[in-house]
RNA sequence: GAGCCAUUAGCUCAGUUGGCAGAGCACCUGACUUUUAAUCAGGGUGUCCCAGGUUCGAGUCCUGGAUGGCUCACCA
């Protein structure tokens, strides 16, 4: 316990409160406290409370004293309430002791429920206790707490003084029941895949190194549970997702936190049309149940989620974007050439179809705002995909974008073991060409493939993202309760 | 990883040309029995992010560092 000399005057003044009751006998953390109801649901039907006793629990948020009479506010996790306390009704001690709450402490109180002249439902106190003693003052009533840093670290009081952050993540446990209420009802089985892999596949990225001591090996934090999914297709299930969070050692930005959480979801039997239809319909349907609307706005931009959405060739969106006209080159070289005449950077190893990536990336990704799923990517970025048969330099795979964002990904799943491990090998060379993003060979993956996995779509959706469009969050720290921080000192 | 910006009381923020450290809320004392950003009277509670430097004198100028934010890079 900290020091008393060491605390400023605020803390020391509230722990001599707390001294000052115990010396009464009055233990300050109390036990168990039966409720009667949520603050809001009181102020919602005053009618129907009027008059009524009831027994509420919460934190107080403000005081208002008068003398002899005392008002405050009450905040629980339905919302806040005004309570009144009367020397009159509670006698010379309990007023007492009501007058000298701080701001911050959690109480239980049992009382009357009347309006004041003003029109404000309140509580007039018959009797409460003190459950909670609030030793740290509570940052400023009128303009909460504002500083990021303090918000990210400290986030259990930007939730008790910021009540829209409370919120967005009530709706944020809202669209994930949705969307497992939604694949429930379309017979997917929800499971759950290792996060410790000895092999980090199913993406491209750069994965986190832990260690078991008892095996002596090291693990990787999973980067996607894609390939464990598709070995449940092998054996014999045929609807199947996963909500769960994928590990990523990569930057951190507005968009990317180490730890992001994902919906993955493998349909035997189906393809990259299905998971289309699957995607529009879901997070439409998601948005009319949580939000009641199908069209948000998100940072002062209307976006329309009504489906059906715009699907647009990738090939036909770089033409249409940078002028380049893809179909129309056929070497790598040529493309290295067109996209440094377009003044992108190239380093001289892209093949033809990172470069395409390259355009697109520069040229496309910021203008999609309205919801588009962009078609066909190229074989050499889809290492996972099954080609085309009509294009086999192509797949039958989309991205999704909305607000120029990555929203969803999917394709029909390569389910040919050895073109898989042919897709394998050429990332291989690129991992040994210093590409430690190329995905790695795993060979209990090819050898379940060898067994047969049914053809199948597969869809991955970033929740994080999903959450920050339908909440309208600028930052994907603002939808994800403990961010990643730097400790202090 | 690079550039720009920020860091002053518990919180939100001012701080002029380099000249005694400020306000509002919160808090403390007193008044007030339907107030509501309650009101009235009084009280300033501080490692000015940290470490150096320049200067008679630094919250302010310079150098280095820490943390955060934004942009870029990275991240299909």
């Keep these: 316990m900290a020091n008393v000399e060491e605390l400023n005057e605020l803390m020391r003044v509230r722990r001599e409160k707390l001294n000052e009751l115990r010396q009464k006998g009055i233990e300050p953390y109390g036990e168990k406290f039966e409720r009667s109801n949520y603050a809001q649901e009181i102020v919602d039907n005053f009618e129907k409370y009027d008059g009524q006793q009831v027994k509420l629990a919460g934190r107080i948020m403000a005081k208002r004293g008068h003398g002899k ?115 429930d009802k379309l017979g997917f089985l929800e499971v759950e895949t290792p996060m410790m892999h000895p092999i980090a596949g199913g993406a491209a990225a750069r994965p986190f190194i832990t260690h078991h001591n008892a095996l002596d090996m090291d693990l990787f934090l ?24 994928n590990f990523r050692n990569e930057g951190i930005s507005t968009k990317h936190n180490p730890e992001f959480t994902m919906l993955e979801l493998y349909q035997a039997y189906g393809d990259v049309e299905d998971m289309m239809e699957i995607t529009e319909n879901l997070i439409s349907s998601v948005a009319q ?62 093949s033809w179809g990172d470069v395409l990536n390259i355009v697109f990336e520069e040229f496309v990704e910021p203008k999609l705002i309205q919801p588009t799923f962009v078609l066909d990517y190229p074989v050499e970025i889809s290492p996972l995909a099954k080609r085309k048969k009509d294009n086999p330099g192509l797949t039958h795979r989309f991205e999704l974008f909305i607000y120029g964002r990555e929203m969803a990904n999917a394709f029909s ?77």
């Design 289 to 350: 149940k949580v939000l009641g609307t199908t069209k948000i706005r998100y940072q002062e931009q209307e976006i329309d989620l009504t489906p059906p959405w715009k699907r647009l060739p990738m090939l036909e969106a770089v033409k249409q974007y940078s002028g380049l006209d893809f179909n129309s080159i056929t070497s790598a070289e040529e493309a290295r050439n067109k996209a440094k005449e377009l003044g992108l950077e190239i380093e001289g190893h892209e």
């Design 222 to 245: 999973r980067i996607a549970p894609e390939l464990y999914l598709k070995r449940l297709l092998v054996g014999g299930f045929d609807k199947v997702y996963e909500i769960n969070r």
């Design 69 to 183: 009479a005392c008002f405050a506010n009450l905040q629980d996790v339905s919302g806040t309430i005004q309570i009144y306390g009367r020397l009159n009704d509670l006698g010379e001690e309990a007023y007492s002791m009501f007058e000298k709450l701080d701001i911050g402490d959690i109480i239980g109180l049992e009382g009357t429920v009347f309006k004041t002249r003003r029109g404000e439902v309140t509580v007039s106190l018959t009797g409460f206790v003190i459950l909670s003693k609030s030793l740290r003052p509570l940052p400023e009533k009128w303009h909460g707490l504002k500083d990021v840093d303090l918000r990210y670290r400290q986030r259990y009081v930007d939730l008790t003084v910021n009540p829209e952050v409370r919120s967005t993540f009530v709706i944020r446990s809202r669209i994930v029941r949705e969307i497992r209420n939604y694949l």
């Design 413 to 489: 799943e390569l389910n040919d073991p050895i073109d898989q491990k042919q897709r394998f090998e050429k990332q291989l060379e690129k991992r040994n060409a210093g590409d430690d993003e190329a995905h790695m060979m795993d060979e209990d993956y090819i050898q379940a493939l060898e067994y047969g996995m049914p053809p199948a779509g597969g869809l991955g959706i970033g929740i994080d993202r999903l959450v920050m469009l339908l909440t309208d969050s600028p930052s994907i720290r603002d939808v994800i309760l403990f961010p990643l921080m730097r400790p202090r000192d």
